[in-house]
Protein backbone atom coordinates (compact mmCIF):
# COMPACT_ATOMS: atom_id res chain seq x y z
CA UNK A 1 0.00 0.00 0.00
CA UNK A 2 2.86 2.80 0.83
CA UNK A 3 4.13 1.94 -2.95
CA UNK A 4 1.02 2.21 -4.07
CA UNK A 5 0.46 5.83 -2.11
CA UNK A 6 4.03 6.84 -3.50
CA UNK A 7 3.03 6.55 -7.45
CA UNK A 8 -0.40 8.41 -6.19
CA UNK A 9 1.59 11.10 -4.80
CA UNK A 10 3.96 11.42 -7.67
CA UNK A 11 0.83 11.41 -10.28
CA UNK A 12 2.43 8.94 -12.90
CA UNK A 13 -1.10 7.83 -12.93
CA UNK A 14 -4.57 9.58 -13.62
CA UNK A 15 -7.66 8.22 -11.61
CA UNK A 16 -8.21 5.87 -14.87
CA UNK A 17 -4.81 4.25 -14.38
CA UNK A 18 -2.94 5.74 -17.38
CA UNK A 19 0.16 8.01 -17.59
CA UNK A 20 -0.49 11.31 -18.61
CA UNK A 21 0.98 11.10 -21.65
CA UNK A 22 -0.39 9.27 -25.15
CA UNK A 23 2.52 6.89 -27.19
CA UNK A 24 1.62 8.45 -30.30
CA UNK A 25 2.15 11.88 -29.06
CA UNK A 26 4.63 11.74 -26.26
CA UNK A 27 7.75 13.33 -27.04
CA UNK A 28 11.33 11.72 -25.77
CA UNK A 29 12.25 14.61 -23.00
CA UNK A 30 8.26 14.18 -21.51
CA UNK A 31 8.79 10.05 -21.55
CA UNK A 32 11.85 10.31 -19.91
CA UNK A 33 10.98 12.65 -17.11
CA UNK A 34 8.11 10.26 -16.29
CA UNK A 35 9.61 6.87 -16.57
CA UNK A 36 12.60 8.32 -14.41
CA UNK A 37 10.04 8.63 -11.46
CA UNK A 38 8.70 5.43 -11.72
CA UNK A 39 11.67 3.82 -11.91
CA UNK A 40 12.84 5.96 -8.79
CA UNK A 41 9.83 3.92 -7.55
CA UNK A 42 10.02 0.52 -8.23
CA UNK A 43 14.09 0.38 -8.13
CA UNK A 44 15.26 3.26 -5.22
CA UNK A 45 18.18 4.26 -4.35
CA UNK A 46 20.48 3.85 -7.96
CA UNK A 47 21.75 6.81 -9.88
CA UNK A 48 19.75 8.64 -11.83
CA UNK A 49 22.19 8.06 -14.66
CA UNK A 50 20.90 4.56 -14.53
CA UNK A 51 17.36 5.20 -14.85
CA UNK A 52 17.92 7.48 -17.71
CA UNK A 53 20.00 5.40 -19.74
CA UNK A 54 16.89 2.93 -19.03
CA UNK A 55 14.70 5.31 -20.31
CA UNK A 56 16.34 7.07 -23.19
CA UNK A 57 17.25 3.04 -24.42
CA UNK A 58 13.04 2.15 -24.20
CA UNK A 59 11.97 5.48 -25.92
CA UNK A 60 14.51 4.55 -28.71
CA UNK A 61 13.52 1.42 -29.33
CA UNK A 62 9.93 1.09 -28.40
CA UNK A 63 8.39 1.58 -25.44
CA UNK A 64 6.52 -1.32 -24.04
CA UNK A 65 2.54 -1.11 -23.42
CA UNK A 66 -0.02 -1.58 -20.77
CA UNK A 67 -1.18 -4.65 -23.10
CA UNK A 68 2.37 -5.86 -22.78
CA UNK A 69 3.07 -5.28 -19.02
CA UNK A 70 -0.07 -7.47 -19.01
CA UNK A 71 1.47 -10.33 -20.53
CA UNK A 72 4.65 -10.40 -19.18
CA UNK A 73 2.36 -10.29 -15.78
CA UNK A 74 0.45 -13.14 -17.01
CA UNK A 75 3.40 -15.03 -18.65
CA UNK A 76 5.30 -15.02 -15.09
CA UNK A 77 2.21 -15.56 -13.27
CA UNK A 78 1.61 -19.35 -15.41
CA UNK A 79 5.41 -20.04 -15.19
CA UNK A 80 5.48 -20.07 -11.34
CA UNK A 81 2.00 -21.42 -11.11
CA UNK A 82 3.01 -24.18 -13.38
CA UNK A 83 5.42 -25.10 -11.46
CA UNK A 84 8.88 -24.84 -13.95
CA UNK A 85 10.46 -22.11 -11.43
CA UNK A 86 10.68 -24.34 -8.69
CA UNK A 87 11.46 -26.75 -11.21
CA UNK A 88 14.25 -24.45 -13.16
CA UNK A 89 16.26 -23.92 -9.44
CA UNK A 90 16.10 -27.80 -8.75
CA UNK A 91 17.98 -28.39 -11.51
CA UNK A 92 20.09 -26.00 -10.23
CA UNK A 93 20.77 -27.76 -7.14
CA UNK A 94 21.92 -30.84 -9.14
CA UNK A 95 23.96 -28.68 -11.59
CA UNK A 96 27.28 -30.62 -13.21
CA UNK A 97 28.21 -27.90 -15.83
CA UNK A 98 30.44 -25.12 -14.67
CA UNK A 99 28.19 -21.94 -14.31
CA UNK A 100 29.68 -18.31 -13.95
CA UNK A 101 27.53 -15.70 -13.09
CA UNK A 102 28.36 -11.92 -13.36
CA UNK A 103 26.24 -9.48 -12.09
CA UNK A 104 26.86 -5.73 -11.75
CA UNK A 105 26.11 -4.31 -7.83
CA UNK A 106 24.01 -1.36 -9.00
CA UNK A 107 21.92 -2.95 -11.78
CA UNK A 108 19.09 -1.35 -12.04
CA UNK A 109 17.00 -3.40 -14.51
CA UNK A 110 17.62 -7.37 -12.51
CA UNK A 111 18.34 -6.48 -9.01
CA UNK A 112 21.57 -7.88 -7.41
CA UNK A 113 19.98 -9.83 -5.04
CA UNK A 114 18.24 -12.72 -7.83
CA UNK A 115 21.90 -13.57 -8.79
CA UNK A 116 22.56 -13.80 -5.06
CA UNK A 117 19.89 -16.50 -4.38
CA UNK A 118 21.31 -18.59 -7.83
CA UNK A 119 24.46 -18.61 -6.70
CA UNK A 120 23.29 -20.41 -3.48
CA UNK A 121 21.19 -22.36 -4.70
CA UNK A 122 23.51 -23.56 -7.74
CA UNK A 123 26.02 -26.08 -7.25
CA UNK A 124 28.91 -25.81 -9.49
CA UNK A 125 29.34 -21.99 -9.88
CA UNK A 126 31.20 -19.32 -9.73
CA UNK A 127 29.61 -15.98 -9.07
CA UNK A 128 32.05 -12.83 -10.67
CA UNK A 129 30.89 -9.02 -9.56
CA UNK A 130 31.21 -5.97 -10.49
CA UNK A 131 30.34 -2.14 -8.99
CA UNK A 132 28.46 -0.92 -12.50
CA UNK A 133 24.96 -1.37 -13.79
CA UNK A 134 22.98 -3.58 -16.35
CA UNK A 135 26.61 -4.13 -18.39
CA UNK A 136 30.52 -3.85 -17.75
CA UNK A 137 30.81 -0.56 -16.97
CA UNK A 138 33.52 1.78 -18.66
CA UNK A 139 35.39 0.32 -21.49
CA UNK A 140 38.38 0.03 -19.75
CA UNK A 141 36.34 -2.44 -17.36
CA UNK A 142 34.60 -4.34 -20.25
CA UNK A 143 38.25 -5.20 -21.45
CA UNK A 144 38.83 -7.24 -17.57
CA UNK A 145 35.65 -8.66 -17.51
CA UNK A 146 36.19 -10.22 -20.44
CA UNK A 147 39.47 -11.61 -20.08
CA UNK A 148 37.73 -13.13 -16.87
CA UNK A 149 35.29 -14.80 -18.74
CA UNK A 150 37.61 -16.28 -21.59
CA UNK A 151 39.84 -17.59 -19.02
CA UNK A 152 36.39 -19.55 -16.91
CA UNK A 153 35.55 -20.91 -20.89
CA UNK A 154 39.16 -21.87 -21.26
CA UNK A 155 39.54 -23.55 -17.85
CA UNK A 156 36.05 -25.65 -18.33
CA UNK A 157 35.82 -25.66 -21.90
CA UNK A 158 35.04 -29.79 -21.26
CA UNK A 159 34.47 -31.88 -18.90
CA UNK A 160 33.44 -34.68 -17.41
CA UNK A 161 29.96 -35.06 -15.45
CA UNK A 162 29.53 -37.14 -12.48
CA UNK A 163 28.36 -40.24 -14.87
CA UNK A 164 31.60 -39.44 -17.31
CA UNK A 165 29.71 -38.11 -20.31
CA UNK A 166 31.73 -35.39 -21.49
CA UNK A 167 29.67 -31.94 -21.61
CA UNK A 168 30.92 -28.87 -23.36
CA UNK A 169 30.32 -25.25 -21.97
CA UNK A 170 27.78 -23.15 -24.34
CA UNK A 171 25.30 -26.36 -24.38
CA UNK A 172 21.83 -25.93 -23.12
CA UNK A 173 21.80 -28.19 -19.66
CA UNK A 174 18.37 -28.10 -19.51
CA UNK A 175 17.57 -29.30 -23.03
CA UNK A 176 18.74 -32.72 -23.59
CA UNK A 177 15.22 -33.83 -23.10
CA UNK A 178 11.81 -33.68 -23.28
CA UNK A 179 10.44 -32.92 -20.05
CA UNK A 180 6.56 -32.50 -21.63
CA UNK A 181 4.09 -35.47 -22.26
CA UNK A 182 4.00 -35.39 -25.78
CA UNK A 183 2.35 -38.19 -25.60
CA UNK A 184 -0.83 -36.16 -24.07
CA UNK A 185 -0.64 -33.16 -25.73
CA UNK A 186 -0.39 -34.62 -29.00
CA UNK A 187 -4.40 -35.47 -28.68
CA UNK A 188 -4.73 -31.77 -28.66
CA UNK A 189 -6.26 -29.16 -30.88
CA UNK A 190 -4.21 -27.10 -32.99
CA UNK A 191 -4.37 -23.54 -30.90
CA UNK A 192 -3.82 -26.00 -27.71
CA UNK A 193 -0.58 -27.07 -28.84
CA UNK A 194 0.20 -23.71 -30.05
CA UNK A 195 -0.23 -22.58 -26.52
CA UNK A 196 1.93 -24.97 -25.89
CA UNK A 197 4.45 -24.07 -28.16
CA UNK A 198 4.58 -20.46 -26.50
CA UNK A 199 4.85 -21.52 -22.65
CA UNK A 200 7.38 -24.22 -23.19
CA UNK A 201 10.62 -23.10 -21.24
CA UNK A 202 13.65 -25.50 -22.87
CA UNK A 203 15.35 -25.88 -26.34
CA UNK A 204 14.38 -29.75 -26.30
CA UNK A 205 10.26 -29.18 -25.48
CA UNK A 206 10.62 -25.76 -28.27
CA UNK A 207 11.36 -27.80 -30.56
CA UNK A 208 9.46 -31.53 -29.76
CA UNK A 209 6.40 -29.06 -29.64
CA UNK A 210 7.15 -27.03 -33.21
CA UNK A 211 7.52 -30.61 -34.63
CA UNK A 212 4.34 -31.65 -33.37
CA UNK A 213 2.58 -28.17 -34.55
CA UNK A 214 3.55 -29.17 -38.29
CA UNK A 215 2.93 -32.50 -37.99
CA UNK A 216 -0.71 -31.76 -37.10
CA UNK A 217 -1.12 -28.62 -39.67
CA UNK A 218 0.13 -31.21 -42.32
CA UNK A 219 3.27 -29.53 -42.97
CA UNK A 220 5.76 -32.29 -41.87
CA UNK A 221 8.06 -32.00 -44.43
CA UNK A 222 9.13 -28.43 -42.85
CA UNK A 223 10.65 -30.49 -39.94
CA UNK A 224 14.52 -29.70 -39.67
CA UNK A 225 14.18 -26.29 -41.10
CA UNK A 226 14.03 -24.38 -37.91
CA UNK A 227 11.76 -22.12 -35.92
CA UNK A 228 12.16 -19.15 -38.37
CA UNK A 229 9.60 -21.42 -40.34
CA UNK A 230 7.48 -20.15 -37.28
CA UNK A 231 6.71 -16.72 -39.23
CA UNK A 232 6.10 -18.58 -42.50
CA UNK A 233 3.56 -20.35 -41.01
CA UNK A 234 1.14 -17.90 -39.09
CA UNK A 235 -1.41 -17.81 -41.62
CA UNK A 236 -1.50 -22.10 -41.41
CA UNK A 237 -1.84 -21.24 -37.75
Not at 27 to 46: G, H, Q
Not at 98 to 126: K, T
Request: one cysteine or more.
Amino acid sequence: EDFYEKVKAANLYDKDGKPPWTPELVTKPEYVDWKMKFLSLILPDFPSALYREIAEAEFDVGMVTNEQNLVCALAWELWVRTGKLKRHHNQLQSNTVPILFVHGRQDPIIHFGEVQRLFQISRNCILETHEFGHNFGPPEHQGKMISKIVSFMKRYASHKSKDGDERIIGSDTYSESVTIDLACISKSSVSQIYDEFCNVQTAADTHAVFDLLLEKLQLSNLKGCGLSLFVAIKDAL
